[in-house]
């Protein structure tokens, strides 16, 4: 699957009293890291949404490894490790842009909705785009 | 007017790596102290929106007069400063629960509209709550 | 083990524009549910830190079950499911507070370090509280 | 004064369930919009409190004219509206990418400290660089 590569500039609001990126700022990253996926692949998640479709956050998952310092030049690996017809996993790696050290390691599990929260299977463009994902191996 | 004290417990996600909690964080706050103002007058923000009206920030300010560090026992006092047909404006101080030294001041200016984002005036129910505020003081 | 049980009250800048509760503010949540449960045992967070300890998250899990929307009632349930030398797992639940739906359940990881980092084992009056925790079961 | 210009890719985390980016949201991008600023000359943040200087945040404010959407392409303008020996005043505008429209507007007044909270004058080499800023007018 393609694997999308995001630049992250750590915001001070991101800090923490503890010097460091505090542990949910690292969640929200995640998410800009899936809405550049799409971004890549030619859709985006204000459209998606606008089509009827929600990709409905069901599980989340982060491994802290090392802290992220206000200042550190970081990039974030994201990518779907599994794709189902009702559901989509994405795996989120945040490394330092210059060591390529692994800081924090994650995933999220994703439910296909509609507006009123009904479980349903990829619109047909959607399926398109996923097959480009895979030829861009 | 009704002046309503909120207790604050500072949140490590709402500090930063100056070690102190972040500006932005206190916006937060404020938001919190209207909402308690609402409810301690008998009404939620909650019903307030599901009868179709919304108070839209349309201005905020904030002065820093000392940090507030995680730890730091805190009250919030919330009060209306302007309450006109179609606009309310709250006033805002944060302050050392032991100390009582003002930490923060602030004001929220807010516009009534419906669902639209039309202006709006206050519903009868509200204009109520309202006089009984006044009747607080 | 002890079990605490906090009140949440949604806050509006918590929530997101699918009209619930933001997947990232559990993750804050639980911050405030661990720190509650050291309150509820004699302690603070920020004294702990003072004594030079720190609880380093070192995981994360959340399962999101039903979304949360503004307004809803609360319950937050926070006990540790595991106490090692070095290290404290904590588990949590948010709950409906009126229907006693599970909303969303989750975990931290803790690891014991001090300030620069160094791994460490609880100090002498951190493991008296965690035996009195015991007791409380 | 030179005037930097952001991009801003609106994150889902900074909606709220208005449909609409959360007020204290901007106040977040004003601090981006700096940072990018101080880049721009040629240092950052980071390096400034690494040489032991603090830019405190004493007073922000911000006007909100029209409703920013997630997916709305916007661009953020910084720039020093006044400059002193001991502080500095920054002035935002958020506008929509495509349309130019005024969505947001505000401002943030920062104080000059050391690490212990002593208001300081700039150092030499950030008076270089303000005189550079100066020049790009």
Do not use: C, N
Request: charged share 25%; aromatic share 12%.
């Amino acid at each position: 699957m393609y694997r999308h590569e995001s630049t992250v500039a750590v915001r001070y609001a991101e800090t923490d009293a503890m010097g460091v990126v505090h542990h949910a700022s690292y969640i929200v990253w995640f998410e800009v890291g899936r809405t550049e996926w799409l971004e890549a692949l030619g859709t985006t998640y204000a459209d998606f949404e606008r089509s009827g479709f929600f990709l409905v956050v069901a599980e989340v998952g982060a491994h802290y490894r090392r802290p992220v310092r206000y200042g550190d030049p970081i990039r974030l690996l994201t990518w779907p490790s599994a794709i189902k017809s009702r559901a989509i996993r994405f795996h989120y790696e945040v490394r330092h842009a210059t060591t390529d050290e692994l800081m924090v390691s994650g995933f999220t599990q994703h439910i296909l909705t509609d507006h009123d929260g009904r479980i349903r299977t990829w619109p047909e463009e959607m399926s398109g785009i996923i097959e480009q994902s895979r030829g861009s191996v």
